[in-house]
């Protein structure tokens, strides 16, 4: 959202929402909720540590290749989305020029929950594991996979 403007204002105004986690959100399933959390508790837990406030903006939080996507950027960067997505193994690396130790810290924190939700069930939450031979490829647990292998 743009500072000083609501979502109403924004689309009145401009015709649009000019921030992408206005315009996208968070679109993926409930079984990663303790994914989310657990990510977004050690990034408060890290500016904490630093008694720094928490200055990053979340962009859009998805599923992407099977994994969750946590797209974020500090406080005063360009909002633009900086990432480059492998195919092969569904990691992905942001281009983030100039950041603080901190910003880093929080990089390889969303990295790692990005990587944990390959494990856990994008539908129910339990353990799961990367599917590739559905028509989308996603993290399941055998119950949901056989369900929607069935279909
Ligand atoms: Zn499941």
């Known amino acids: 959202m743009r500072r000083g403007k609501n979502i ?40 904490g540590k630093a008694g720094l406030p928490v200055d990053i903006v979340v962009d859009q939080v998805k599923e992407k290749f099977g994994t969750l996507r946590f797209y974020y950027h500090p406080e005063g960067y360009d909002s633009g989305i900086h990432a480059f ?7 992905s690396i942001r281009i983030m020029p100039g950041v603080t130790d901190l910003h880093k810290e929080i990089a390889e924190i969303v990295h790692k929950w990005e990587k944990e939700s390959g494990n856990v069930c994008g539908k129910c939450g339990t353990a799961g594991k990367l599917r590739k031979d559905l028509s ?16």
Not at 85 to 91: I, Q
Not at 136 to 151: E, F, G, P, Q, R
């Open 136 to 151: 989308w490829v996603l993290t399941l647990c055998d119950s949901c996979y056989a369900h929607l292998h069935k279909k």
């Open 8 to 47: 109403d204002e924004q689309r009145k105004e401009d015709g649009r929402i000019s921030d992408l986690y206005g315009a996208f959100g968070c679109n993926v399933g409930d079984g990663w909720f303790e994914v989310i959390r657990g990510l977004c508790r050690d990034i408060t837990d890290a500016y």
């Open 85 to 91: 997505d492998s195919l092969s193994d569904g990691h």
